[in-house]
C-alpha cells in the first residue's frame, strides 16, 4: 500500500522506488547498464527502463539481478511488496472477469491455441497485441494483462490449475526467442505451490477436449462461474447445473491428460526447440554433425579390423 510523503508525492514502494534501488546497487558493483544486461542477460533499454520505472521486471530478473550484485535478497523482496499495476484500464468486456481474478479463491482453466493470459510473458502478450493494436495502446492492454497475473504468484495466491492444449506450445506468437522465454516462464511459474500446469497432448487419443477455451472460477462468496471466450466478448454462466457438467468433464480431462511432471518435461523439450530454432546455421550444422557422427563412430569401431589381445602367461 504506497502512502504520501510530506509533499504529496509519493512515498511507498513503486516501479522509480525499484529503479532507483537497483541503479544504487548497480553503481555501487561498478556495472553499467550494458554490462548488466549481458551478464542478466537482456538488452540495454530494458535495464535502463527499469531503472527509470517505466517497465515493469520479471520476478526471475529481480532475482537474478539479486545474485549477481550481491544484493543479499533485497530486490526480490522489494519486488514482491510493489504494486506494479495500480492503475490499469483493461477492454470493457473483459473488466468483469479482471474483476473476478482480482478476488477468486480458485481457478481452474483449460486453454488451446494460445498461452492463458494469466501466465503469459510480457513480451509474450507484446507480440499477441502488436496485431491489434500499436504504440502506447499496445503497452497499456500488456500492462493490464500483467496486472492480473501479481495476485497469483505471490506467496500466498489463489489456486490455479490450467491444462494447456499442446498447439499452445506449438504455435509461434512472435518469434523462437519468444517462445523459449514463454516455455522458461511456464516451468518456474508451474513449481509455485499455487499453480499447476498440465499439457494434453495432441497425439492422445482418447481424451476429450471442451470445444473452446474456459475457466471454471470460484469466489470467496462461494459463487462458482463458468467462463469462456468469443471474438471480444466473454461469456459468464452461473448456472448449478451448467458449473457442475463443466466441472466433472475438466475432472475427466485433468485426470486423462500428463501430469505436471510430464508436462514439465514436454514443455522443457519444446524450450530446447525453440533454443535450436535461435541457433546459427553454422551451430545447428556442427551439432547434426556430431550426432551424426556418434553412430558412426560406434559402427566403425564395431566394424573395425580386430587385432589379437596378448594374454598373460601363467
Known amino acids: 500500500m504506497s502512502r504520501r510523503n ?7 514502494t513503486n516501479a522509480a522506488v525499484f529503479g532507483e534501488v537497483l541503479k544504487h546497487f548497480r553503481e555501487a558493483a561498478g556495472l553499467t547498464q550494458e554490462e548488466l544486461a549481458r551478464k542478466i542477460p537482456c538488452d540495454r533499454s530494458q535495464v535502463a527502463r527499469v531503472e527509470r520505472g517505466t517497465r515493469v521486471p ?8 539479486d ?5 543479499g535478497g533485497v530486490l526480490k523482496r522489494l519486488w514482491g511488496r510493489i504494486d506494479w499495476y495500480p492503475e490499469v484500464a483493461h477492454p470493457d468486456w473483459f473488466q468483469r472477469r479482471a474483476d473476478m ?4 479463491v480458485a ?4 486453454q488451446t491455441q494460445v498461452i492463458p493470459g494469466l501466465l503469459q510473458t510480457e513480451n509474450y502478450a507484446r507480440a499477441l497485441f502488436s496485431d491489434i493494436a500499436s504504440g502506447e495502446d499496445a503497452e497499456e492492454r500488456v500492462r493490464a494483462r500483467m ?5 497469483f504468484r505471490a506467496a500466498d495466491g489463489p489456486l490455479y490449475i490450467v491444462v494447456l492444449d499442446e498447439s499452445c506450445l506449438c504455435n509461434v506468437v512472435g518469434d523462437a526467442a519468444v517462445m523459449r522465454e514463454q516455455c522458461a516462464h511456464l516451468l518456474t511459474v508451474g513449481r509455485r505451490p499455487n499453480i499447476r500446469i498440465q499439457v494434453a497432448p495432441a497425439a492422445r487419443a482418447g481424451i476429450v477436449r471442451p470445444k473452446t477455451s474456459m475457466s471454471l472460477i470460484t469466489l470467496p462468496d462461494g459463487g462458482e462461474w463458468v467462463y469462456s471466450e468469443s471474438l471480444n466478448s466473454g461469456h459468464f454462466n452461473d448456472d448449478p447445473a451448467v458449473y457442475a457438467r463443466h466441472s466433472r468433464a475438466y475432472d475427466v480431462l485433468r485426470a486423462d491428460v500428463l501430469s505436471a511432471r510430464e508436462s514439465a518435461a514436454v514443455i522443457s523439450k519444446a524450450m530446447e526447440r525453440y533454443g535450436q530454432h535461435g541457433q546459427t546455421p553454422a551451430e545447428r550444422g556442427d551439432l547434426d554433425q556430431e550426432q551424426l557422427q556418434r553412430p558412426r563412430r560406434r559402427r566403425l569401431h564395431r566394424g573395425g579390423p580386430r587385432f589379437p589381445r596378448r594374454r598373460p602367461r601363467s
Do not use: F
Open 67 to 71: 545474485e549477481l550484485l550481491g544484493t
Open 107 to 110: 481457478v481452474r482453466a483449460y
Open 101 to 104: 481474478d482480482a478476488v477468486a
Open 147 to 151: 496486472s492480473r497475473q501479481q495476485r
Open 6 to 12: 510530506a509533499t504529496g508525492g509519493t512515498a511507498a
Open 58 to 65: 520479471h520476478e526471475t530478473s529481480a532475482e537474478k539481478c
